[in-house]
């Protein structure tokens, strides 16, 4: 008898391990679907990891395109400007080359196409005919006179 009893304690043990081992296996159960989702929100972090990592090098990549796109711009610019100047330069001495020429052209045709000559030109071609008689008097003077 005591020996049957030892088998039934044996066995109430053993339905009891049983029975909690079947109580817990809900939790465990419970406990691997979480870890199983902590894997897959561990998985999708790193891909969107992966995603930003790309992304930050894309953004790098834009910025520096636009920064050189910006001194580029400006270098055109420059250039433009510089190049507007210089036309305005060039424009301003071909007008001023031009008046001359013009008032060359029309000094000489006047005087070669019209008998009576401009009055700056007869006082200038007068008094220079003045100077010129007085150094000749002026000479024969002191020949004279030595």
């Known amino acids: 008898m005591r020996n049957l009893q030892g088998r039934v304690v044996d066995l109430e043990m053993s339905t009891r391990l049983a029975l909690d081992h079947l109580e817990s296996v809900p939790e465990k159960l419970s406990l691997l679907e979480n870890f199983k989702d902590f894997e ?26 636009l920064e050189e796109s910006k001194r580029r711009i400006q270098e055109y610019r420059d250039e433009k400007l510089d190049a507007t100047c210089r036309s305005l330069q060039l424009t301003g001495l071909t007008s001023s080359l031009l008046s001359q020429s013009n008032f060359l052209t029309r000094s000489s045709l006047s005087t070669h196409t019209s008998p009576q000559k401009p ?28």
Not at 40 to 65: C, F, N, P, T, W
Not at 132 to 140: K, L, M, R, Y
């Open 119 to 146: 009055l700056a030109v007869q006082d200038m071609e007068s008094s220079l005919t003045q100077e010129h008689f007085s150094t000749i008097n002026g000479a024969s003077s002191e020949h004279t006179s030595m």
């Open 40 to 65: 897959e929100s561990q998985r999708q972090r790193e891909m969107m990891e992966q995603r930003y990592a790309k992304y930050k090098e894309i953004v790098g990549d834009l910025q520096h395109q």
